[in-house]
């Protein structure tokens, strides 16, 4: 059973393209994030929902716009993607206050923007 | 406002030795949490121990110890008997609690450390 999944592992795409990551948890936890790596391998907070709504939103170019259909699913959605969006994206969940103890990360999706 | 320093891009160690991974930190938040996560070369990014600022035990996961001087404010991850399969990124990661006491689990992240293991 795979706890936090991510659709597409890869995505490689041109530049001013419009594209989506989904990403879903089955463990039932209430706060999903997404996290960007970028090349050097620095991983940094974008987002987080808890519950369907917007807890964290680190000075994300508006470009990118999380949505949260539902508390097991968190899609992240790119408009005119730059070059610079080339990243490998994570997704993540945790079970939220007070036992917000272990992040789980699903496998990750690599952007590739040529 | 957070921050996680890991100062040694590599290290290298003999299988079935033990290797310390260094950690510091920096934080004005009341309480807070220490996480270790290993990356292997396939990308996944795996949790491996948690130690909460207040805790009076360095947490121990198997083979995974997190040697917490609150102090110091460091939090350096031990592996022993390290095994070939050991061989990744490792990163250490805060979480803080905001004024009112909460969070909502915002994981800052260090550097990395990548792993090598010598058979």
């Known amino acids: 059973d795979t706890a936090v999944s991510q659709t597409p592992k890869y995505l490689v795409t041109q530049m001013g393209n419009d594209k989506s990551i989904k990403c879903e948890q089955n463990l039932g936890h209430d706060t999903m994030y997404w996290y960007k790596q970028d090349s050097k391998k620095f991983l940094k907070i974008m987002f987080s929902?808890?519950?369907?709504?917007?807890?964290i939103n680190e000075t994300v170019p508006n470009r990118f716009s999380p949505k949260s259909p539902d508390k097991a699913h968190l899609n992240l959605h790119i408009n005119s993607l730059e070059l610079g969006d080339s990243a490998v994206y994570f997704c993540a969940s945790s079970q939220g206050i007070p036992r917000d103890y272990e992040q789980y990360f699903g496998p990750g999706t690599r952007l590739t923007v040529t | 406002a957070q921050k996680i320093t890991q100062t040694q891009p590599g290290m290298f160690v003999q299988e079935k030795e033990a290797v310390t991974l260094d950690c510091t930190y920096d934080?004005?938040?009341?309480?807070?949490?220490l996480f270790w996560y290993k990356q292997p070369s396939s990308g996944e990014m795996i949790f491996l121990i948690y130690?909460?600022?207040?805790?009076?035990q360095n947490a121990t996961e198997g083979r995974y110890s997190l040697n917490f001087q609150k102090a110091r404010k460091s939090a350096n991850l031990v592996i022993s008997a390290s095994q070939l399969g050991d061989s990744a990124m490792y990163f250490c990661a805060m979480r803080g609690l905001n004024a009112g006491g909460t969070s909502y689990g915002k994981l800052t992240f260090g550097q990395g450390t990548i792993l090598t293991v010598h058979p």
């Open positions: 934080t004005s938040d009341p309480s807070y949490g």
């Open positions: 929902y808890n519950n369907k709504e917007l807890i």
């Open positions: 130690q909460g600022s207040y805790d009076q």
